[in-house]
């Protein structure tokens, strides 16, 4: 069965980095693009930009262009979303998702879900 | 951009229908029927439920219908249970290969 499998929660500093890992199985894992969206407390999701494992091309929404990395290792089925440059609020919990291209948003697998906690 | 705008609660009694709406522009969802809906209970992944304005993915029920009229696309669930509490989004791809989601509509079932 398809699963999304991600790391566990992190906490950073104020400007430090984050990691945020995302591991497949039971697919074709470059047959399908990774989407990244994340659910800040008390606040709806928000999308944030997502890669494709075949290509290696990616696309950010424009918030977080400069300050955000996503790329995948196709010999271990694992996408990764960097994050720098960390704020307050930009904690949240991450989701990866599978999803069937980079201009439909049908996100029909997701992982469990990753808490990045900001904090001093 | 702007997320795309829903009403923040909704609400029916076991038996009812209710219909959410979701609000965007011609740049979004009157641009395209690439508009889907997530049904999202806290802690919890997000599960696709409608896809492409109204197709349902498969093992969703048919008690899930959506719709979309120029700007708006609309979301009906219809025959409530308990177990249709919870939030849904909306989201639409939005050009330059990105994506939107609604503030997210918080059901109750009363």
């Not at chain 1, 696309?59 to 271990?76: E, Y």
């Not at chain 2, 008690?63 to 409530?80: D, I, M, P």
Request: aromatic fraction near 12%; include cysteine; glycine fraction near 14%.
């Amino acid at each position: 069965q398809v699963r999304l499998v991600q790391s566990g929660p992190d906490v950073g500093k104020p400007g430090a980095s984050v990691n945020v890992s995302c591991k497949a199985s039971g697919y074709t894992f470059s047959a399908y693009y990774i989407h990244w969206v994340r659910q800040a407390p008390g606040q709806g999701l928000e999308w944030i930009g997502w890669v494709s494992p075949n290509t290696g091309g990616t696309n950010l929404a424009q918030k977080f262009q400069g300050r955000l990395i996503m790329t995948t290792d196709t010999s271990i089925d694992t996408a990764y979303m960097e994050m720098n440059g960390l704020k307050s609020d930009d904690t949240a919990v991450y989701f990866c998702a599978r999803g069937y291209s980079g201009y439909d948003p049908v996100f029909d697998f997701w992982g469990q879900g990753t808490l990045v906690t900001i904090s001093s | 951009q702007s997320a795309l705008t829903q009403p923040p609660s909704a609400s029916g009694s076991p038996g009812q229908s209710v219909t959410i709406s979701c609000t965007g522009t011609s740049s979004d969802i009157g641009g395209s029927n690439s508009v889907s809906w997530y049904h999202h209970h806290p802690g919890k992944a997000p599960k696709l439920i409608i896809y492409e304005v109204f197709n349902r993915p498969s093992g969703v029920s048919y008690r899930f219908s959506g719709s979309k009229s120029g700007n708006t696309a609309s979301l009906t669930v219809s025959g409530l249970q308990a177990e249709d509490e919870g939030d849904y989004y909306c989201t639409s791809y939005a050009g330059g290969n990105i994506f939107l989601f609604g503030g997210g509509t918080k059901l109750t079932v009363l």
